[in-house]
């Protein structure tokens, strides 16, 4: 049984080279012996206190943070989006990441991927799949605005009729309509629909899965619920008629050679959805990603602004959720007709012999433009101290097809490879940083509880309190006042940005609502855009939000500055909260461990360690709290403007008729004119500001809680408080005296100790064992013969 546990486990980290599997397995062995002796502590302490009356908080607290750390999830999954418009080569690319060469649709005339697709590797046997369906409540909402769209009180004549024929919106519902209730279902009302049965049988668990031995064979069955299918085709299946019911769909591979656990890989459709519910999911799906890939094919990336767009949304992502790296990745790059490349060549002096170093120079090429272009944009939107801006690496070249076939281009020149190794590398530093952080805080527990079990009595001693607590309150002052002056850094650029809006509102509104081609293939596209309050998502248009149109020039005024404010690091300008509750909470630790020096504490060096560790957990509740807040902060600007602009948009989709696009269109150019005659980006000024607020006072609420807590006062708890685990007041207690005859409680754990100090004795070696290796590896690498490119009868 242990042989086939440790196959098991090896199993996991088939992904990585041998020198990375070394590491990673040394990190595992570490956690999973650390869980054990906090397993076996915890079960003596339980058992030592098992039958008393009352038991004493210092107890109690050791208790729960045992209990905490047991139960502290091995590692949170690293989401890394694939961002990109439809064709773009998204699933070909991630079919070639994992590769299964047709295990996700790829994209043709026909076909594309028409919803968010999650994949990841895991310890189950079979290839599965998890589809996930609109609940009925969601449905009903999708299904009443489909209807209304199509509703239209008079008939259209003329110029109008042929525009509706060829509108997107009103294709859109009527074939998800049809596919879904049958043909002639465009032509019901909402009640009629309620009351009509489904061409599929929909499953009262909402949730659809299936299971495959092989890839291929998976494939065959998922196709038809993440394949869209050409409007017109009439090999409809029964899984074909749920198809707009699907909201998300998760792939697990088993025990994947290339992708490891503990990451997954998110296909994103580029524009969101027309369902809300689709839409909030597309939102939160790129803000949950820590990495964000940009997917542009070759041509797309000259010429169209496709990825500009989708560039401008992942920056948003920095902004307001949890991505901290972003790259373009430029597909299809194997595609070149060379002469017309040759005819327009403009670098290098060299002759170009063949298809491959034509492709190879030209990938060189758009390389250096687009990294340039790229940290440009990064660095007008983002503060200029972020570690994305240190990058040298922010465009990849990719070529998926010829990563199969290496017709033209050898593995390493596709780039494949190195997308992986940017995968592997992420993970394994992400478990490299939990596993120290995870061995380091159970140590601590450890050379506490052990210190109980001496004999010696020590001296109690409690007038420390009173000089803590007036520490504590000078501090929060001092942290206060940081605090106030991070949040007024906002207050200019959010008064020019609103200026700026002012003066740019018409332009920009005029640049939504005007087409090139007239209001042919409009006319229900902007009634679906007022039906769901100013925003519209299409799989084949753009992305039309008219909120985040015309306060574009507000967060343009304050991104940089946004960013600065919630970004880690040193506190180099003063601007970033985050330094400065850092700063507040070592001047803590230090202040405790000098009382702890004045006072006698025989243990210092362990209570030292104790004391750094644990008030980092019970402040660290602060800035999780605060990244989660930070995209309601982020988002308020247009969350103000869409509800203020919300009676014209009714009033607009209520419009029939004749001419009644451009009516739709006055409709809503004279409410936006009088909403902001009325002050509406003053409002949507004075909301971000509250919000603000509230961030401060909750912060304050929480710091003021700490001086009452440090004395054991107990009381209504708010702010940060409410957020983090254990108690300051306990926790000085434990470290401060064992007078209060702690220790007699306390189950003798000395070999638990004897464990633990070994187990922390050991993660630097394995950290210099890791350096030691990764130079053994890289030296080799350079002394062996580099790969050599395909055969020539390629070249030419």
Same mark, same amino acid.
């Given at each position: 049984?242990?042989?086939?546990?440790?196959?098991?486990?090896?199993?996991?980290?088939?992904?990585?080279?041998?020198?990375?599997?070394?590491?990673?397995?040394?990190?595992?062995?570490?956690?999973?012996?650390?869980?054990?002796?906090?397993?076996?502590?915890?079960?003596?302490?339980?058992?030592?206190?098992?039958?008393?009356?009352?038991?004493?908080?210092?107890?109690?607290?050791?208790?729960?943070?045992?209990?905490?750390?047991?139960?502290?999830?091995?590692?949170?999954?690293?989401?890394?989006?694939? $961002?990109?418009?439809?064709?773009?080569?998204?699933?070909?690319?991630?079919?070639?990441?994992?590769?299964?060469?047709?295990?996700?649709?790829?994209?043709?005339?026909?076909?594309?991927?028409?919803?968010?697709?999650?994949?990841?590797?895991?310890?189950?046997?079979?290839?599965?799949?998890?589809?996930?369906?609109?609940?009925?409540?969601?449905?009903?909402?999708?299904?009443?605005?489909?209807?209304?769209?199509?509703?239209?009180?008079?008939?259209?004549?003329?110029?109008?009729?042929?525009?509706?024929?060829?509108?997107?919106?009103?294709?859109?519902?009527?074939?998800?309509?049809?596919?879904?209730?049958?043909?002639?279902? /465009?032509?019901?009302?909402?009640?009629?629909?309620?009351?009509?049965? *489904?061409?599929?049988?929909?499953?009262?668990?909402?949730?659809?899965?299936?299971?495959?031995?092989?890839?291929?064979?998976?494939?065959?069955?998922?196709?038809?619920?993440?394949?869209?299918?050409?409007?017109?085709?009439?090999?409809?299946?029964?899984?074909?008629?749920?198809? *707009? +019911?699907?909201?998300?769909?998760?792939?697990?591979?088993?025990?994947?050679?290339?992708?490891?656990?503990?990451?997954?890989?998110?296909?994103?459709?580029?524009?969101?959805?027309?369902?809300?519910?689709?839409?909030?999911?597309?939102?939160?799906?790129?803000?949950?990603?820590?990495?964000?890939?940009?997917?542009?094919?070759?041509?797309?990336?000259?010429?169209?602004?496709?990825? /500009?767009?989708?560039?401008?949304?992942?920056?948003?992502?920095?902004? @307001?959720?949890?991505?901290?790296?972003?790259?373009?990745?430029?597909?299809?790059?194997?595609?070149?007709?060379?002469?017309?490349?040759?005819?327009?060549?403009?670098?290098?002096?060299?002759?170009?012999?063949?298809?491959?170093?034509?492709?190879?120079?030209?990938?060189?090429?758009?390389?250096?433009?687009?990294?340039?272009?790229?940290?440009?944009?990064?660095?007008?939107?983002?503060?200029?101290?972020?570690?994305?801006?240190?990058?040298?690496? &922010?465009?990849?070249?990719?070529?998926?097809?010829?990563?199969?076939?290496?017709?033209?281009?050898?593995?390493?020149?596709?780039?494949?490879?190195?997308?992986?190794?940017?995968?592997?590398?992420?993970?394994?530093?992400?478990?490299?940083?939990?596993?120290?952080?995870?061995?380091?805080?159970? $140590?601590? +527990? &450890?050379?506490?509880?052990?210190?109980?079990?001496?004999?010696?009595?020590?001296?109690?001693?409690?007038?420390?309190?009173?000089?803590?607590?007036?520490?504590?309150?000078?501090?929060?002052?001092?942290?206060?006042?940081?605090?106030?002056?991070?949040?007024?850094?906002?207050?200019?650029?959010?008064?020019?940005?609103? @200026?700026?809006? @002012?003066?740019?509102?018409? @332009?920009?509104?005029?640049?939504?609502?005007?087409?090139?081609?007239?209001?042919?293939?409009?006319?229900?596209?902007?009634?679906?855009?007022?039906?769901?309050?100013?925003?519209?998502?299409?799989?084949?248009?753009?992305?039309?939000?008219?909120?985040?149109?015309?306060?574009?020039?507000?967060?343009?005024?304050?991104? *940089?500055?946004?960013?600065?404010?919630?970004?880690?690091?040193?506190?180099?300008?003063?601007?970033?909260?985050?330094?400065?509750?850092?700063?507040?909470?070592?001047?803590?630790?230090?202040?405790?461990?000098?009382?702890?020096?004045?006072?006698?504490?025989?243990?210092?060096?362990?209570?030292?360690?104790?004391?750094?560790?644990?008030?980092?957990?019970?402040?660290?509740?602060?800035?999780?709290?605060?990244?989660?807040?930070?995209?309601?902060?982020?988002?308020?600007?247009?969350?103000?403007?869409?509800?203020?602009?919300?009676?014209?948009?009714?009033?607009?989709?209520?419009? #029939?008729?004749?001419?009644?696009?451009?009516?739709?269109?006055?409709?809503?150019?004279?409410?936006?004119?009088?909403?902001?005659?009325?002050?509406?980006?003053?409002?949507?000024?004075?909301?971000?500001?509250?919000? $603000?607020?509230?961030?401060?006072? $909750?912060?304050?609420?929480?710091?003021?809680?700490?001086?009452?807590?440090?004395?054991?006062?107990?009381?209504?708890?708010?702010?940060?408080?409410?957020?983090?685990?254990?108690?300051?007041? #306990?926790?000085?207690?434990?470290?401060?005296?064992?007078?209060?005859?702690?220790?007699?409680?306390?189950?003798?754990?000395?070999?638990?100790?004897?464990?633990?100090?070994?187990?922390?004795?050991?993660?630097?070696?394995?950290?210099?064992?890791?350096?030691?290796?990764?130079?053994?590896?890289?030296?080799?690498?350079?002394?062996?013969?580099?790969?050599?490119? *395909?055969?020539?009868?390629?070249?030419?």
């Amino acid at each position: 049984m242990k042989k086939r546990r440790r196959s098991d486990r090896d199993q996991r980290f088939r992904a990585f080279p041998s020198v990375e599997q070394s590491a990673l397995k040394e990190y595992e062995r570490l956690e999973s012996r650390t869980r054990r002796v906090l397993s076996n502590t915890y079960q003596k302490l339980i058992q030592s206190v098992f039958l008393d009356d009352s038991i004493p908080n210092g107890v109690k607290y050791l208790i729960n943070r045992l209990l905490a750390l047991i139960e502290k999830p091995s590692l949170d999954p690293i989401y890394i989006g694939l $961002f990109g418009s439809t064709g773009a080569g998204k699933s070909s690319l991630i079919n070639a990441i994992i590769q299964q060469d047709m295990l996700l649709p790829v994209s043709g005339e026909s076909i594309c991927t028409s919803c968010i697709v999650q994949v990841s590797s895991g310890c189950c046997e079979q290839y599965e799949a998890k589809i996930h369906l609109l609940s009925d409540q969601e449905w009903k909402e999708e299904l009443k605005n489909l209807t209304r769209l199509l509703h239209r009180a008079e008939e259209p004549s003329g110029e109008e009729e042929d525009a509706w024929g060829r509108d997107d919106a009103v294709e859109e519902a009527v074939w998800k309509l049809q596919l879904f209730y049958g043909n002639g279902a /465009e032509g019901k009302n909402y009640e009629e629909l309620l009351r009509a049965k *489904p061409k599929g049988k929909i499953p009262t668990s909402r949730v659809i899965t299936l299971k495959a031995e092989e890839a291929g064979e998976l494939s065959v069955k998922l196709d038809p619920y993440i394949r869209t299918q050409r409007r017109g085709w009439d090999g409809e299946s029964a899984e074909t008629h749920i198809w *707009p +019911l699907i909201k998300l769909v998760e792939v697990t591979l088993p025990k994947s050679e290339l992708i490891p656990e503990g990451v997954v890989l998110v296909d994103i459709p580029g524009t969101g959805d027309f369902n809300s519910k689709r839409d909030e999911m597309w939102k939160k799906t790129i803000d949950k990603c820590s990495v964000i890939w940009v997917i542009s094919d070759i041509e797309r990336v000259s010429g169209g602004r496709a990825h /500009e767009d989708l560039l401008n949304e992942s920056i948003k992502a920095c902004q @307001r959720g949890f991505c901290r790296d972003v790259a373009l990745v430029v597909t299809k790059t194997d595609k070149l007709h060379l002469p017309e490349y040759l005819r327009e060549r403009k670098v290098g002096n060299q002759a170009i012999q063949s298809q491959r170093e034509a492709v190879l120079e030209r990938n060189t090429v758009i390389k250096l433009q687009r990294n340039k272009m790229l940290k440009e944009k990064l660095k007008s939107k983002l503060p200029a101290d972020l570690k994305i801006l240190e990058a040298s690496e &922010l465009v990849y070249t990719v070529s998926a097809q010829e990563y199969w076939q290496q017709g033209l281009l050898a593995e390493e020149e596709t780039e494949i490879p190195k997308l992986r190794e940017y995968i592997r590398r992420r993970l394994l530093d992400k478990k490299r940083r939990m596993v120290t952080t995870y061995v380091t805080e159970a $140590f601590g +527990l &450890l050379l506490l509880t052990d210190s109980f079990n001496c004999a010696e009595n020590l001296q109690n001693e409690y007038s420390h309190v009173s000089v803590l607590r007036r520490f504590v309150e000078e501090k929060i002052q001092l942290l206060e006042r940081s605090i106030d002056q991070c949040f007024a850094h906002i207050e200019r650029p959010l008064q020019e940005g609103v @200026r700026d809006a @002012r003066t740019a509102y018409r @332009r920009l509104l005029g640049a939504c609502l005007v087409r090139s081609k007239g209001n042919q293939g409009f006319h229900q596209t902007l009634k679906a855009v007022c039906l769901k309050n100013g925003i519209y998502a299409s799989r084949t248009l753009a992305r039309i939000d008219l909120n985040e149109a015309i306060t574009q020039p507000i967060y343009d005024r304050i991104d *940089p500055v946004f960013g600065g404010i919630f970004r880690s690091g040193k506190p180099t300008d003063g601007l970033a909260l985050m330094p400065h509750i850092d700063a507040f909470k070592h001047s803590l630790q230090e202040k405790m461990t000098e009382i702890g020096i004045r006072n006698g504490w025989k243990y210092d060096s362990y209570k030292r360690s104790f004391l750094i560790q644990e008030i980092s957990a019970i402040l660290g509740g602060l800035e999780g709290h605060i990244l989660r807040k930070r995209r309601r902060i982020y988002e308020s600007l247009t969350t103000s403007v869409q509800s203020d602009l919300k009676p014209c948009y009714e009033e607009a989709a209520q419009i #029939t008729g004749k001419k009644a696009c451009e009516r739709m269109k006055d409709v809503i150019r004279r409410g936006v004119d009088r909403q902001v005659a009325e002050g509406m980006f003053e409002r949507a000024q004075q909301r971000m500001q509250h919000q $603000f607020q509230q961030l401060k006072v $909750f912060c304050r609420q929480g710091l003021h809680s700490i001086p009452k807590r440090l004395l054991g006062e107990h009381g209504e708890q708010n702010g940060i408080t409410e957020k983090v685990k254990g108690s300051i007041a #306990t926790m000085l207690t434990l470290a401060s005296s064992q007078g209060d005859g702690l220790y007699k409680e306390l189950a003798d754990v000395k070999s638990e100790y004897k464990e633990m100090e070994k187990l922390h004795r050991s993660l630097r070696e394995v950290a210099e064992n890791a350096v030691l290796r990764r130079g053994m590896q890289d030296f080799l690498l350079r002394m062996s013969p580099s790969k050599a490119p *395909p055969p020539s009868r390629f070249n030419s």
